[in-house]
């Protein structure tokens, strides 16, 4: 018997020097963060007020990061990112983004006083060095993914949210510390108010700035990642950024020369943040319809049932199959079928690109991976549940209404707080 080698995963090395690129610049990071803004509170000749500012920032910012958290979550319904990228993500904005952009800010400060005075440093900081320095550092976790976990990046609506993760991690670090400054000027030089207002401008009326900015920075990479152009895919990129650091810089600016001009902007800046909302929504749209473009084959090759193409594009999906059929292993079998899906779909584009792409090795696996995920379904709800017949020439389309009516009832119905 002649043993054939197992093949070697392409992206096996990218991903290992990746996740060590990863930890290195989380630890050096972390340092800079607890060097440039932690340790000198605790060393300060008010430690004890220092503290309990930032106890109190921490206390209202936390809180309001996990209230922020939700509505990605809930927006990407289709093929939701795994949960440990997601994580990886929040945490790079929140530490080492931090804590590059705090060395990087500090020092463009400290040399713009020495040149010009302080307001010649605050404007330096505030409007060039901060928006450049902090899209950069939390766009790099957006092309770690893109590049390093390619896998778990399939086009724009990952881009952004992996974008939004990494800022909101960003945010809530940094509003720990304006909150801490707000707080610690109150106990200190009794100026009343200035942590409310603070708490208000940056929790309640303006909390998706940094997500909107660096929203762009995600929408280039998932541009790139979803043309064939090459020149595009350098491009995108590099707009994404551009544009994320000049509205960066368009809200510091205002902010650092008039409080009024940020009360002007608001309105626009609402009508803002709700357009680009709604592009998000089309976006996660699209990639549903993708999804039931690619899948309606396998319906055809047996491969799927008619009813499980409209579970697994449906956006209420997981919560059904949460609670009524299979609970985990049915989440993970829309996951897979999604995967398969845009695996498709990654394979159609490269083809059409005549280009390689790993997407393609997946495709027969993801197949393999939903039968067995049917059988876990079925020994999870105690009961056999239908299995996928292929369409023959003369029957009705499985998906067209005409044969949803011809067909039997597929799924009897079950009370979803019984065994599953």
Not at 34 to 39: D, I, R, Y
Not at 170 to 177: Q, R, S, W, Y
Not at 299 to 319: A, F, K, Q
Not at 344 to 368: E, N
């Amino acid at each position: 018997m002649v043993s054939v080698p197992l093949r070697r995963d392409p992206e096996s090395t990218r991903r290992t020097v990746g996740i060590v690129l990863y930890v290195l610049g989380m630890l050096v990071g972390g340092f800079l963060l607890v060097a440039m803004l932690f340790f000198p509170a605790l060393l300060s000749q008010h430690a004890d007020v220092e503290l309990t500012a930032l106890f109190l920032g921490a206390l209202f910012a936390l809180p309001m990061l996990v209230v922020y958290l939700w509505v990605p979550w809930i927006v990407d319904r289709y093929d939701p990112e795994p949960t440990w990228a997601l994580a990886m993500t929040l945490a790079w904005g929140g530490i080492a983004a931090c804590g590059f952009s705090a060395l990087v800010n500090t020092s463009v400060h400290v040399f713009g006083n020495a040149v010009g005075g302080a307001a010649f440093g605050d404007v330096m900081s505030a409007c060039i060095s901060a928006p450049l320095i902090e899209e950069l550092t939390k766009g790099m976790a957006v092309f770690f993914m893109f590049y390093f976990m390619r896998r778990q990046f399939d086009g724009v609506v990952d881009g952004v949210i992996y974008a939004t993760f990494a800022a909101l991690g960003f945010a809530a670090v940094e509003n720990i510390l304006y909150y801490g400054n707000a707080a610690k000027a109150e106990m200190l030089q009794n100026k009343e108010g200035l942590f409310l207002g603070t708490f208000l401008v940056r929790g309640i009326l303006a909390p998706w700035g940094h997500p909107l900015y660096t929203s762009m920075t995600g929408l280039g990479f998932g541009i790139a990642r979803e043309t064939n152009k090459t020149w595009l895919k350098w491009l995108a990129p590099l707009g994404g950024f551009m544009f994320a650091a000049f509205l960066h810089s368009v809200w510091n600016t205002a902010a650092t020369l008039s409080g009024d001009l940020v009360a002007l902007m608001l309105p626009l800046w609402f009508l803002f943040v709700l357009a680009f909302f709604g592009l998000v929504i089309y976006m996660v749209v699209r990639k549903g319809r993708i999804i039931r473009d690619h899948l309606k084959d396998e319906v055809l090759m047996g491969n799927l049932t008619p009813w499980e193409l409209g579970l697994v594009t449906s956006p209420i999906g997981r919560w059904r199959a949460t609670f009524s059929w299979g609970g985990g292993a049915g989440r993970r079998f829309i996951d897979a079928a999604a995967r398969l899906a845009l695996s498709k779909w990654h394979t159609g584009r490269a083809s059409q690109g005549r280009k390689l792409t790993v997407s393609a090795d997946m495709i027969f696996p993801l197949r393999q991976e939903l039968a067995k995920l049917r059988a876990e379904v079925s020994r999870s709800m105690g009961r056999p549940v239908q299995q996928p017949q292929p369409w023959s020439p003369g029957q009705p389309v499985p998906w067209q209404p005409q044969a949803q009516q011809q067909q039997p009832q597929q799924y009897p119905p079950h009370n979803p707080w019984g065994r599953r």
